[in-house]
């Protein structure tokens, strides 16, 4: 359901026609919530520096 809804609504957006885009593969989605995060790749943001 969440991944239809968004698929229509970056769509409409658009002004294209929903079955002419897709999603590259590897696709998911992750649901931002204040656990913290138990490894380096649960985290959201990671803090660097440019150089």
Do not use: C, E
């Amino acid at each position: 359901v969440v991944k239809t809804k968004i698929h229509h609504a970056i769509a409409h957006h658009f002004g294209v026609d929903a079955n002419k885009i897709y999603l590259t593969k590897p696709t998911f989605f992750s649901q931002m919530t204040n656990v913290s995060a138990k490894t380096i790749h649960d985290q959201y943001w990671l803090p660097h520096v440019d150089r």
